[in-house]
């Protein structure tokens, strides 16, 4: 027997494949940021504190974006793979290591 929908017309077959698009991670370096020294040093950080208190950081290489905040959370986004947000965030500490 064919369910029916509440309409009366025949159920729709929905197509239940995915692809994953963005994985969001946050991480917390433990540390303290100068956000406005890493922006002056750092080409790919942009930091505008009268519109938002993190930094801006983009791995184009690696394809993602880090928000970078003063206290050491990092919001990673823009990920594919659990693997591409530890290189991001590898990536970040290695960058930050100077402007702590």
Same mark, same amino acid.
């Given at each position: ?5 509440? #309409?009366? =017309?025949? *159920?729709?077959? +929905?197509?239940?494949? %995915? =692809?994953?698009?963005?994985i969001v991670a946050s &991480?917390?370096?433990?540390? /303290? $940021?100068?956000? +406005?020294? @890493? &922006? ?7 930091? /505008?504190?009268?519109? +938002?208190?993190? &930094?801006?950081?983009?791995? =184009? ?7 970078? +905040?003063?206290?050491? =959370?990092? @919001?990673?986004?823009? *990920?594919? #793979?659990?693997?591409? @947000?530890k290189r991001s965030i590898?990536? &970040? *500490?290695?960058? $930050?290591?100077? %402007?702590?």
């Amino acid at each position: 027997m064919v369910k029916k929908a509440p #309409s009366g =017309k025949p *159920a729709p077959k +929905f197509n239940l494949n %995915y =692809k994953v698009e963005n994985i969001v991670a946050s &991480a917390a370096l433990g540390v /303290e $940021l100068d956000l +406005f020294n @890493i &922006a002056m040093e750092v080409s790919n950080v942009e930091y /505008e504190p009268e519109q +938002f208190p993190g &930094a801006i950081m983009r791995l =184009k290489d690696v394809g993602t974006t880090l928000l970078l +905040f003063k206290n050491g =959370k990092v @919001i990673c986004s823009g *990920a594919k #793979s659990e693997d591409q @947000i530890k290189r991001s965030i590898k990536r &970040a *500490a290695e960058v $930050l290591k100077d %402007y702590v």
